[in-house]
C-alpha cells in the first residue's frame, strides 16, 4: 500500500522545496507566483495514512461487491445460505431465469418511475429557486418550509403518506368534501402514481437546492443589462436567466434520477412487502426475491442488472463531476 | 462546503448591486411571484400541518376523518411508548447511528487529506470509487452482507445477524465512501500555505493533520458526522433484514407500527403521526442546528 518511491527526497523537506512546491519550475519569491499544481504533492507522501480507511473499505465495500458477483452464479437458497462455500454453481442460469420472469417489468417500472419523477419534479424546483431568488419579508421562513420535505426522512415521508392514503384516510375524506370519489391509492394500478406522487412531493426540494446554487452564479450585470434593453420578465426569465441553470439542474436531474430508481425505502414502506405488481420497483424485487422467495442467487443476479442500469447515469455523472482539485485548489 | 464558504460574500455583493439597480432584479411579476409561492406552500404545509394537528388529535377524531381536531390532546404522544416499539428503536437508532458517524469522520478525515494532498497510482480510481459507492444499489450491497452474517455462526461461531455491531458495519460501507467524499471536496478548496508553514518547522504528517488540518476543517468534519448519521437513521432497508426486535432501529419500528394499525378494529393513526413526528425530530433538529453547512454539503456531495 505504501509506495513510498519518492521519499528518497529529504524526509520532512527543506524550506525551499516547502515553499516552491512540487513544479520544478516554480521560483520561491512570493508575489510571483507561477501557476501551478496546487494542492497535490510528489513528496514524501504518507500513504500509510490510507491504511485505516482503505483496508476497511476494501473489507466492508470491495470483497461484498465482489461476493455479490460470486453469488449471482450459484444456486443459493435458504438451505445452501449457511454454508454458500458448498453451494452448487450455475454460471449464468440465475441471469436467464431473472429475465424470464418479472425482471423486465421491474426495469421498465424503476426506469419510467424514475424518469417520470425526474422530469416532474424540475418545474417545482426551479419555480421555488426562482421565486426565492429576490429579497422579500419573510423569505427564509419561505426557503425553510421549502426543505420540509427534503429533511423529513424518507420512511416518515412514506408512514405518514400511508396513513394519509388509506381507503377511509384523510386524502379521501377531503376529497369527498370537494365531491370527488376518492381512489384505492395503495393497491391496484393507481398505487404506481401514489408512488410517483409521493416521491414529486419528497424530492424536488433537491431540484430546487440545485437550482438555488445555479442561480447564485447569474451575474448582477446580466439583469441591468437586459433591463436597459427593455426586456420583459418572461423573454429575461427564458433567454438570460433559466440558462444559467441549465448545468446545475442537469446535474440534478441525473443525481435525482440515480436516487429514485435505488429509492427502495419509499415502495417499501409505503406499500409493504411485496408490493403490488405496478411498484415492483428493482429495489423491490430483489428484496422479494432475496429475502421472501429466499432465492439469494437469484436475486443476486438481478440485484446486479439493476447496477448495470444506474450504472448508466452514474457514467454520465461522473464524466461531468470534477474529481481532481486543479480547477478548485486554484482558486482564491 | 466550498459554496457555503462563498455565499456570505456573494450575498453583500448583491446586496450593494441590488439597491443600485431597483427593480431590474427582479425576476418574476408580483402576482406570479404570490400564486407561486403560496401554491408550493399549501402543497408542503397542508400534508405537514394535517401530520401535526392529527398527532395532537384523538385516536378516534382521526379516524373520523377530521382534519382540524375536535379536542386537542398530547395522549398520542404519551401512548406510543406502549404501543409501539419506538424506545427501543429510538435508542438502538442513536447508538449505532452515533458510531458509524464518529468512525466515518474520522477515517473520511485521514483518508480524505491525503487523497486531496498526494498523487499517487490509483488516486482517481479511488475519488471515482467514492462517488460511485454511494449510487451502488443499496440491495446489492446487502445481500453478500447477509450471506456473509448469516454464514459467520457456522465458518466463524460467531452470531452477526440480528446484532448492533452487524448493522454498524453494514452501515459503514455507504457512510465511510460518503463521508470521505464529503471530506474530499472540503480540503481540496483549503489552501496548501497553511502547512506549508508547518512544514517549514519541520512538523510531521500527523502533527500537521491534527494541529492544522482538522482545527480548520471543524464544520465539515462535523458535515460529514452528521451524514453518516443520517444515511444510518434514515435506512430501512439493511435494518429490516439485520436486526431483531431488540435491535430494531426506529424507522423500523416507525413502519411496523404503521403498517400494523390497518385493517384493525380502530386503527391508531394519531399515534402513528406522533410516532412518526418523534423518529423525525432528531433528523430534523440537527438540520435547524447545522442548516447552511448541511444544505452546503447536499449540494456539494449530491446524494441524501
Given amino acids: ?332 | 462546503m466550498s459554496t457555503t464558504a462563498s455565499a456570505p460574500r456573494a450575498e453583500v455583493r448583491s446586496r450593494r448591486t441590488r439597491t443600485a439597480a431597483g427593480e431590474a432584479h427582479r425576476l418574476l411579476p408580483r402576482p406570479l411571484l404570490v400564486i407561486i409561492t403560496v401554491a408550493l406552500l399549501a402543497m408542503i404545509l397542508i400534508p405537514t400541518s394535517y401530520i401535526v394537528l392529527a398527532s395532537l388529535n384523538t385516536d378516534i377524531g382521526v379516524a373520523e376523518g377530521q382534519f382540524w381536531p375536535s379536542t386537542f390532546s398530547v395522549d398520542s404522544y404519551t401512548k406510543i411508548w406502549t404501543t409501539a416499539n419506538l424506545a427501543t428503536g429510538l435508542l438502538n437508532s442513536m447508538v449505532v447511528c452515533a458510531l458509524v458517524a464518529v468512525a466515518s469522520a474520522v477515517l473520511g478525515t485521514v483518508t480524505a487529506y491525503v487523497l486531496v494532498r498526494y498523487t499517487f497510482f490509483g488516486r482517481l480510481t479511488i475519488l471515482r470509487g467514492l462517488v460511485g459507492l454511494q449510487s451502488i444499489p443499496g440491495t446489492l450491497m446487502l445481500l453478500p452482507v447477509f450471506v456473509l452474517y448469516s454464514s459467520a455462526g457456522n465458518y466463524l461461531g460467531v452470531a452477526v445477524v440480528g446484532t448492533r455491531w452487524g448493522l454498524f458495519v453494514a452501515y459503514l460501507t455507504f457512510a465511510l465512501p460518503f463521508s470521505t467524499w464529503v471530506m474530499v471536496t472540503y480540503l481540496r478548496g483549503l489552501p496548501r500555505e497553511l502547512e506549508e508553514a508547518g512544514r517549514v518547522d519541520g512538523a510531521s504528517t500527523l502533527k500537521i493533520l491534527f494541529r492544522i488540518i482538522v482545527p480548520l476543517s471543524g464544520p465539515a468534519i462535523v458535515v460529514s458526522g452528521i451524514f453518516a448519521f443520517l444515511l444510518g437513521w434514515n435506512d430501512v432497508l439493511f435494518a429490516s433484514v439485520l436486526t431483531r426486535p431488540e435491535t430494531q432501529t426506529a424507522a423500523v419500528a416507525l413502519s411496523i407500527f404503521g403498517a400494523t394499525q390497518e385493517g384493525g378494529a380502530l386503527p391508531v393513526y394519531s399515534q402513528v403521526m406522533a410516532a412518526a413526528l418523534v423518529t423525525a425530530a432528531p433528523v430534523v433538529l440537527l438540520y435547524m442546528i447545522f442548516q447552511r453547512y448541511l444544505v452546503g454539503g447536499l449540494t456539494a456531495g449530491g446524494v441524501k
Wanted: charged letters at 15%; one cysteine or more; hydrophobic letters at 50%.
Fill in chain 1, 1 to 332: 500500500m505504501t509506495d513510498d518511491s519518492t521519499t528518497t527526497r529529504s524526509r520532512h523537506g527543506s524550506a525551499a522545496t516547502a515553499a516552491a512546491g512540487p513544479g520544478p519550475a516554480a521560483p520561491a519569491e512570493p508575489g510571483h507566483r507561477q501557476p501551478r499544481r496546487r494542492g497535490v504533492t510528489q513528496q514524501q507522501r504518507p500513504l500509510w495514512l490510507l491504511a485505516p480507511g482503505g483496508l476497511l473499505m476494501i473489507v466492508i465495500v470491495i470483497i461484498p461487491l465482489l461476493l455479490a458477483i460470486y453469488i449471482s452464479m450459484i444456486d443459493l437458497d435458504q438451505y445452501t445460505l449457511r454454508r454458500w462455500l458448498d453451494a452448487p454453481f450455475i454460471g449464468l442460469q440465475n441471469f436467464t431465469e431473472a429475465f424470464q420472469s418479472g425482471l423486465p417489468k421491474s426495469i421498465w417500472i424503476s426506469v419510467s418511475f424514475a424518469v417520470l419523477s425526474t422530469i416532474a419534479t424540475v418545474p417545482f424546483g426551479v419555480a421555488a429557486a426562482v421565486a426565492t431568488q429576490n429579497r422579500y419579508r419573510g423569505r427564509a421562513a419561505v426557503r425553510a418550509a421549502f426543505l420540509i420535505p427534503y429533511v423529513l426522512p424518507s420512511f416518515v415521508v412514506a408512514t405518514v403518506w400511508r396513513t394519509m392514503l388509506q381507503p377511509d384516510g384523510i386524502v379521501n375524506t377531503l376529497l369527498a368534501k370537494i365531491g370527488i370519489d376518492g381512489a384505492l391509492w395503495l393497491s391496484g394500478p393507481t398505487s404506481y402514481w401514489t408512488l410517483i406522487l409521493v416521491e414529486i412531493w419528497a424530492a424536488w426540494p433537491f431540484i430546487y437546492l440545485m437550482a438555488l446554487a445555479g442561480l447564485q452564479s447569474v451575474d448582477g450585470e446580466v439583469h441591468e443589462a437586459s433591463a436597459i434593453d427593455g426586456a420583459n420578465w418572461w423573454p429575461k426569465l427564458v433567454h438570460v436567466v433559466l440558462p444559467y441553470l441549465r448545468g446545475p439542474v442537469l446535474l440534478a436531474c441525473l443525481l435525482a434520477t440515480l436516487n429514485h430508481i435505488n429509492n427502495f425505502t419509499l415502495p417499501f414502506v409505503l406499500f409493504g412487502a411485496p408490493a403490488p405488481d405496478d411498484v415492483n420497483v428493482m429495489p423491490m424485487i430483489v428484496y422479494v426475491t432475496s429475502f421472501q422467495s429466499l432465492r439469494f442467487g437469484l436475486s443476486a443476479a438481478m440485484a446486479i442488472v439493476s447496477l448495470l442500469l444506474v450504472a448508466i447515469p452514474l457514467f454520465a455523472y461522473l464524466r461531468v463531476l470534477r474529481l481532481d482539485v486543479h480547477e478548485e485548489g486554484g482558486r482564491k
